[in-house]
Structures are given as structure tokens and as C-alpha cells.
């Protein structure tokens, strides 16, 4: 099943506490979040970006403990965590 | 596909958002340590510590100092070496300015090696942090004065003969406030430390040891960034206050982080003040 | 206003502080370092700052800053220390930047003669750093002319957007003579051109005079100082029409303004049928040889360029009359200027007349080596 | 009206003072222009010192800004004393400090001289103003300067705390 994303280019997928946002055509695909999440929320996407990258999706988002270090690790500022609304 | 759109990542008001992404090769140790940079001079800012208006960053050549570039700040692309001398310049004009220097170990270390024994010397008034990755990236691999003995890179085909400056000694071993040294794998230690600089007065130092999975990844067979950063990570070790003897730094024994020297010198400008 | 007598070294020093400067970064070097210690001692109770850096490109890189955290600033070096801030001079150029560097000539190559003169800088104050450039050069013949140029070129600095480097030598510089030194108000002092709107302001977008006004840092414009070759936001454009564009611009805006950068002085050259070009303190005594040259009959006049560097080619041209056959440039180097004479008057016989002395020339070297083409 | 006046020493007698004593005096107070240069070797004290000194009416008299042919000379030390003599006229006035500088050597020329540093070190307490006892004796002497110019002289060109010392040692020069 492929990646969907929203029209300004953002991977999001939230649990009930934490949201993660990928911006798709900042990423060029490292690999350093999807290594450095320790509950494996992160997988490589099937989306190929405008620079023929493939973004991280959070793919097991119910699994997020808003460590945020993927977003500490990305070092293109292209994956957040912000604490979801209720 | 849709353009990129405007702030969304918490740090974009920081960014030269038309210039993103960077020019950084894919994993490159840099963006994580400009991202910890720009968190901590945020906090800073929030407090009202800095005045986001009074920043100016300044960067000599080479793929560190272009973080200069990338900020939507004051800033300074200036010559290779030269940053420290240009920002002292800067400082000493208009003494409100907070600023922060960015360059690679080549830049601050190699070419530009005097301004930075000079301006420790001095305590002049400034925060500088200097990338380690070891090697000369921008212009394609050549031996950099952080390389360790040995390794083989575009200009030392046969190998390095020449063992690696510890900057953190030297730096030390002068009049500097702050000495420390993080690594891109402990953003955290990054974040914590420059915060603590952007608190202080006087020469602040930080070196932050970086990934260059491109360049140096490919001389020592770590090409894949995971895989670079990863082992990286492996060879650092924080230290609570640790002593200048043990500041090492040696891809084999270790790489030891932490604040070597935080002291409260007279800076600079407090000498200069008081002379008048 | 008030008389005093001073050396060379002094009158560049006291003219930067009336024309305003604020920092002064530097290192010591022979002939130049009495400019340093002389502001050293006065520029702090003017609100300014001395600071001895650990070399020259220290020096220049420093005062570069300085200007874009909206100080006027100036360096001042001999020979050697102008070779090692020939990147600084480039950065300066391309980023904009206005600064003063004062060049105090002494005998080289290298170390060379440290305390005497010569007059061979004219092709490194020219030619000094890499790339397309015209960095506007003054330089005098006196203590007061070299306190007056020092204000004329941080107004050119400042007007233009540009470094500007005042040409004195090992005679001026320790040459005491009669001074005029004005207070603020007294003369004309020009400041840099700020932006009127923060609104979509671009560091490097020139006004109609091809000059972009000046945000410093601190001032809220989010300025970027590029040394790279870039747009108008200071964005690295490695394009041929940046490229050219800004080259063209950057040669351009100073070209443009030659009525403001160049200034000359000629001396009996109306009824002349020699022209002798000289300048700085060589055209001292060149002075005195076209009189001694009347006394014996040679109808000689004088041709003095203050502004080196851009050349006026129309003006000079236009200075001399048609009686004027043959023009010979007396330098205290192996003939520089001469280069641009031959060019400048192609209708005419165009002499080199070299006199390399380590000694301001006397008027006897000066006949001996005009005559030989008279 | 050109006046050439030369004047050699040794570093740290004070010869480049003797020579801004001189030209702001004549240039300041006198309506004339002078212009003076200074020499010395690399050494900062010991070496030799020259100041030379050209006065004219304005600066297109002065021909070239170092003596040719003094119509002056003052010799506070004997350095290169066969080039100097040479470029001396039978009208050549010579002040010479005896103390270092043979008289002897000066028959010919109109010779003034004194124990100038002697007389300082004995009348003063301080040798160091020797130079300024000799441009006092020199305003005697020559007609050139006057004493009161140059009292205004030193007190222009010297601190506070040493103006009486010079101002007297002026007078002690003119009084010789």
C-alpha cells in the first residue's frame, strides 16, 4: 500500500498523544531517524520526493513516545513530533 | 508535488526558508548540529537572554560555515579562516551584537588556526563552534589537521603521517571562558552546551564531532550514514566535568565530551572598559 | 581649524578621526606603524576602538566587520602587510564593503628596504587581489595632501560602497611639515547610503547609481555579507549573468562616478611642449626639475595625478595641449604609469623615466634621467 | 628666502625633537614653511639620528624636502663626519656639542660651541634637554627663530609637567 501525504508536500500521522510531520522534499533520505527511533515508529515510504528521495512514513505511529529524537537527529529539519490536540 | 510549504518545523523561523533544503550530501553531521544550535538560541531568545535582532553568524569556507547562510540572521559568508578576525571585527564595533562563529576544523583550526589562539588569548567576545569531521570535505577529501594518523585521504594517499590536533587542549590551554565538545550523536550535549554559552561573556568554544559519511565516510569504508553515525556514536562517551588531560580524541580509544574549562574571566571587552 | 606641523603618518591619522572612524584594527609594520600608535593613543577618547590583531589579513578581515556593524574603518600597512590582505581587499569588493587601507610604501620585493621609500605599489594597489575589480587609489604629494586625501577616500568608501587604499610612501610618512586640521563641520564628510524601508530589502540592490544602500548588522534587515559571487539577497548565483552583471556592476558604479574619484593637478602646462607626469612624492621634486628645466630653456609642465587608480583617460588626455610632443613619466619605480601614459596619449612620444631610489629623488636624478629624451 | 639646516646625533639625544622644535616654530609662528624629514637607523638608541630641515616662504620654494647644502648644521655626535664636512659651505654656520664633537675639525666655518650636554646635566639637573639649550642657543645665534616662538614651540609639543624645564633651558641656550 503506498504513502498518502497531504497537498503541502507533509507526511502526518498522530496516536492519541503525539503527532509526527514529515516534510517530503526535505528529506534525502539518511536514514538517522528511522535508525535512532527506539520503538521503530519510522519506515522508509514508497513516496520519491522531488529529488528522487524516499521520506520516512510513521508507519507504527501508535507505538510514538514523543522522544522527539528523530526530529533531534533529522538534520534537514524535515520530521517533528509535536503533542497532538484532544 | 507541492512546494515546500512556509513555517511548519518548530525551527523554520530561524531558516532562510528559500535556501532549504541545504546543501549538506544526505546524513552529513551538520544539520543535527545547526538544528541543536538553533533550539538553544531559541530558548535563549524566549528568555530574552539574546535579542533575536543583535545575532550575527558568521562563517569562513567550507561546508560548516555555510550554516551561516542557512539562518535567517545577520549573517556572514566571508573567506576561508577568516571568520573569527571578521567577527571580532563586528564585536568590537557595535559591542550589543551577540556573535556566533561557524566553521569546520579546517577553517577555524587549519587556515584560520592563529586568529583562533589569538582571539582565545584575548577572551574576545564571541561563541564559536567548530565541526570536527576530519577530513576536507568541501573540496573533496584531502587531509584536515583533526585527520588521525594513517588514514588514507585524497592528498595522503599512502597515509596521514601527521597525528591529529586536539583542539580542545589548545584552546584550553589558553584564556578561553568556555571550552567543551559535543557530537552530532548527542544533539542534546549540543543544545545544552551552546545554551550555556549563549549565557556567558568571554571566548566560548565548543568543537562538535561530526559524521561525513560522503567524504570521510568513503576513506575509512563508512560510507552509509546509519552505519557512520552509528559508529560515531559508539566511540563517544560523556563525561561530567572532566579534567583537559582527558580530553581525548581518538577514533580508537574514544572520544570524550563534556565542559573541559567553564570559568569567568575578564573578557575582552570588560578589559577594554576598565582602561578607559 | 588649527596650524600645527606633523608628519605624514600623523596627518592620515588625525584626517580618518575628523572623517569619522571608529575602529582601527592593524599590525605593525615599518613605515606605517606611527598611524596605528598615533589613533591608539587618541581614537578611544573619540569613541573608538585600537586593536592590534595578530597579522595583516587579522587586520583587514576585522575591519571588513567592522564597517558592516556600521563603523567607519581603516587599516594601514607597508608593502608586505598590503600583499597579505589581498583576499581581505577581494571580500571587501565583493561584499561591498567600505573600508580604508592605507598603503605606506617602502622598497621591496619582500622585506626589501623597511625604512625607505619607492614608489612600486602602483601595479599592487591595482592588481592587488583576483577577479575583476576597480578599487579607487589615492596618492598624495604632502603632509596636507595626505590628510586631505585620507577624508577623500573614506567619502569615496563611503559614497561608493567600496574599499579605498590611500597611497602614501616612506617620504610622506615621515615628513614633518605644516598641517590644516579641521574640525567635524568644517569639511565635507559623506555617510554610507541607508535603506529607507525594511519592506523586501535586498543587501546587494542598487539604486539608480548602481550603489545598494547599506544595512549593517543589528539594524533588523537580516543582512548577508557574501563573498561568494550572488544576487541582489546576497544568494551564491554561479550563473554568467550574475556573474557578469555584478562584475560590470561592481566596475561600473566607481566608472560611473570618475568626476568624483579622479583629481589631478597640472603645473605650467600651457605654454609647455614637455609634459612631465609624476606623482606623489617623487612629483615633489619633479616640481622642481620642470623649473630648473624653464631656467635652462626647456619649456617643461607637469602633469600630477592625485587618484591613481581609476585613471580619468579623457581628462588627461584633454589636459594637454597639441604643442605637447613628447611626455615622459618620471616614477620611483621601473616605469608603472608609464604603461597607462603610453595608451592614454598614443599621438604623442611616451618616455619611461625610471629613477629607483631608495631616497626621495633629487632634482639632479630627475634631469639626468629626463634628458637623455629631450 | 631658503634656509637648509641639518642636524646629526645620536638616538636618544633628542634630535627628531630638535627637528619638530624647529619647523612647527618657524612654520607655526613665523608665516614661513618648513618642512623636515627624519632619519635613523634601525637601532632605537645609539644609532644614528639626522633630521633635516628646509624653510622657505612656501612649499614651491622648497625644491626638494632634504638638505643638500646646509646653510645650518648641528652636530650633537660625530656619525659619518666625512660625508657631512663634504656638504658644507665656507657660510656654514656649525653648532657642535664639544662634549663629543671635536672642534678641530671645523676650522673654515662659522663654529658655535658648547658643552651643550654638560651644561644641561649642570645647570638643569638633566642632560636630556641639551637639544632644546641648543635651539635656544640657535635663535641666538642665527636670527632664524625667535625665543618666543619657540617657547610656544615646546609648550605645543611637549607634556605639561616639562614645559618650565624646557622654557628654561630655551633661555639657558639663548643666554650662552
Redesign the interface.
Known amino acids: 500500500m503506498g504513502t498518502t501525504y497531504s497537498s503541502l508536500g507533509l507526511i502526518t500521522r498522530e496516536n492519541q498523544r503525539y503527532r509526527v510531520t514529515v516534510i517530503v522534499d526535505r528529506c534525502k533520505e539518511c536514514g538517522i531517524c528511522i535508525s535512532v527511533c527506539p520503538t521503530k515508529v519510522l519506515v522508509k515510504s514508497s513516496v520519491l520526493n522531488k529529488y528522487g528521495y524516499r521520506p520516512p512514513e510513521p508507519a507504527h505511529i501508535e507505538k510514538c513516545i514523543g522522544c522527539r529524537l528523530c526530529e533531534y537527529n533529522c538534520p534537514d529539519f524535515a520530521i517533528f513530533v509535536e503533542v497532538a490536540s484532544k | 508535488m507541492a512546494v515546500t510549504p512556509g513555517y511548519l518545523h518548530p525551527l523554520d523561523k530561524h531558516l532562510r526558508l528559500d535556501r532549504i533544503p541545504t546543501l549538506y550530501c544526505p546524513g552529513c553531521g551538520l544539520g543535527i548540529g545547526l538544528g541543536a544550535m538553533l533550539r538553544a538560541l531559541d530558548k535563549r531568545i524566549s528568555e530574552g537572554v539574546v535579542d533575536r535582532n543583535k545575532v550575527v553568524w558568521v562563517g569562513g569556507i567550507g561546508c560548516t560555515a555555510r550554516m551561516a547562510f542557512y539562518v535567517s540572521y545577520d549573517s556572514a559568508h566571508v573567506l576561508h579562516g577568516r571568520a573569527i578576525p571578521f567577527a571580532t571585527g563586528v564585536k568590537l564595533a557595535n559591542p550589543e551584537l551577540t556573535l556566533i562563529v561557524v566553521g569546520g576544523d579546517g577553517d577555524i583550526a587549519g587556515i584560520g588556526g592563529n586568529h583562533l589562539l589569538h582571539a582565545a588569548k584575548r577572551n574576545m567576545d564571541m561563541i564559536t563552534v567548530m565541526f570536527t569531521n576530519f577530513v576536507y570535505a568541501m573540496t573533496g577529501g584531502q587531509v584536515a589537521p583533526t585527520t588521525p594518523l594513517g588514514v588514507r585521504t585524497t592528498t595522503t594517499p599512502h597515509g596521514n603521517p601527521e597525528p591529529p590536533l586536539n583542539i580542545i587542549k589548545v584552546v584550553a590551554s589558553l584564556n578561553a571562558n568556555y571550552v567543551a565538545r559535543a557530537s552530532v550523536t548527542t544533539p542534546h550535549y549540543i543544545e545544552q552546551f551552546f545554551y550555556r554559552a549563549l549565557g556567558m561573556k568571554g571566548f566560548r568554544f565548543i568543537e562538535v564531532v561530526s559524521t561525513c559519511p560522503e567524504v570521510y565516510g568513503r576513506h575509512i569504508g563508512l560510507r552509509d550514514p546509519v552505519e557512520m553515525y552509528n559508529e560515531l556514536k559508539k566511540r563517544v562517551k560523556y563525561k561530567p566535568n572532566p579534567t583537559i588531560d582527558e580530553a581525548l580524541i581518538d577514533w580508537e580509544k574514544g572520544i570524550i565530551i563534556g565542559e573541559f574549562m567553564v570559568r569567568d574571566n575578564p573578557s575582552y571587552l570588560e578589559i577594554i572598559r576598565g582602561l578607559k | 581649524m588649527r596650524k600645527t606641523f606633523a608628519s605624514g603618518n600623523m596627518a592620515i591619522a588625525e584626517a580618518a578621526i575628523v572623517a569619522g572612524l571608529k575602529f582601527y584594527a592593524g599590525y605593525p609594520i615599518t613605515p606605517s606603524s606611527e598611524i596605528m600608535e598615533y589613533l591608539a593613543e587618541r581614537l578611544p577618547g573619540q569613541g573608538g576602538i585600537v586593536i592590534q590583531m595578530e597579522d595583516e589579513i587579522a587586520s583587514i578581515n576585522a575591519i571588513i566587520g567592522a564597517s558592516w556593524a556600521g563603523a567607519k574603518a581603516m587599516t594601514a600597512t607597508s608593502g608586505p602587510g598590503l600583499s597579505l590582505m589581498a583576499e581581505g581587499l577581494g571580500l571587501a569588493v565583493m561584499s561591498e564593503t567600505p573600508i580604508v587601507v592605507v598603503d605606506v610604501m617602502r622598497a621591496g620585493p619582500s622585506t626589501g628596504v623597511p625604512t625607505k621609500t619607492t614608489q612600486a605599489d602602483v601595479f599592487q594597489v591595482r592588481w592587488l587581489t583576483h577577479g575583476d575589480y576597480i578599487i579607487p587609489s589615492y596618492i598624495p604629494w604632502s603632509v596636507q595632501e595626505a590628510y586631505d586625501l585620507t577624508i577623500k577616500a573614506f567619502n569615496t568608501a563611503e559614497k561608493l560602497r567600496t574599499p579605498v587604499i590611500l597611497l602614501s610612501d616612506a617620504v610622506i610618512a615621515h615628513l614633518w611639515e605644516p598641517l590644516v586640521i579641521y574640525e567635524r563641520g568644517e569639511v565635507e564628510i559623506i555617510e554610507r547610503k541607508k535603506p529607507t524601508s525594511k519592506d523586501n530589502y535586498k543587501p546587494y540592490m542598487p539604486g539608480d547609481d548602481l550603489i545598494p544602500p547599506m544595512a549593517c548588522f543589528g539594524e533588523s534587515y537580516n543582512v548577508l555579507v557574501e563573498s561568494l559571487t550572488h544576487d541582489e539577497r546576497g544568494y551564491y548565483a554561479p550563473t554568467n549573468m550574475y556573474h557578469k552583471n555584478t562584475v560590470l556592476r561592481l566596475m561600473l558604479k566607481i566608472v560611473k562616478n570618475i568626476n568624483y574619484v579622479y583629481e589631478q593637478e597640472t603645473y605650467m602646462v600651457d605654454d609647455a611642449e614637455v609634459l612631465l607626469v609624476s606623482y606623489g612624492s617623487t612629483a615633489r621634486t619633479v616640481y622642481a626639475a620642470i623649473r630648473e628645466l624653464r631656467r635652462r630653456g626647456v619649456k617643461a609642465g607637469m602633469l600630477r595625478p592625485k587618484t591613481l587608480w581609476p585613471l580619468d583617460e579623457e581628462r588627461i588626455y584633454n589636459s594637454v595641449s597639441s604643442r605637447i610632443d613628447r611626455v615622459i613619466v618620471v616614477e620611483n619605480n621601473m616605469g608603472k604609469l608609464f604603461l597607462d601614459m603610453k595608451r592614454i596619449f598614443r599621438d604623442r612620444e611616451v618616455y619611461s623615466a625610471p629613477v629607483v631610489s631608495l631616497e626621495l629623488p633629487t632634482v639632479k636624478e630627475v634631469i639626468e634621467v629626463v634628458e637623455q629624451w629631450l | 628666502m631658503k634656509v637648509e639646516v641639518l642636524i646629526i646625533g645620536r638616538g636618544g639625544q633628542g634630535v627628531l625633537l630638535l ?2 622644535i624647529l ?2 616654530s618657524i ?2 609662528y613665523a608665516g614661513k ?8 637607523a ?1 637601532e632605537t638608541r645609539g644609532g644614528e639620528s639626522r633630521t633635516d630641515i628646509v624653510i622657505g616662504d612656501s ?2 620654494d622648497i ?4 638638505v ?1 647644502s646646509p646653510d645650518i648644521a648641528v652636530f650633537m655626535y660625530p656619525f659619518n663626519l666625512d660625508k657631512y664636512l663634504k656638504m658644507l659651505r665656507p657660510t656654514t654656520m656649525v653648532f657642535i656639542d664639544e662634549e663629543y664633537v671635536d672642534p678641530g675639525l671645523f676650522t673654515g666655518f662659522k663654529l658655535f660651541h658648547h658643552r651643550y650636554s654638560e651644561i644641561a646635566e649642570s645647570r638643569l639637573g638633566t642632560r636630556r634637554v641639551a637639544n632644546v639649550v641648543i635651539a635656544g642657543h640657535m635663535a641666538k645665534a642665527t636670527s632664524i627663530w625667535s625665543l618666543e616662538h619657540l617657547k610656544k614651540t615646546v609648550v ?1 609639543l611637549t607634556p605639561e609637567k616639562w614645559h618650565q624645564l624646557n622654557i628654561k633651558a630655551l633661555e639657558l641656550g639663548y643666554s650662552l
Open positions: 627637528g619638530r619647523g612647527l612654520s607655526k614653511y618648513a618642512v623636515a624629514t627624519e632619519t635613523y634601525a612649499m614651491h625644491d626638494y624636502v632634504k643638500q605645543d
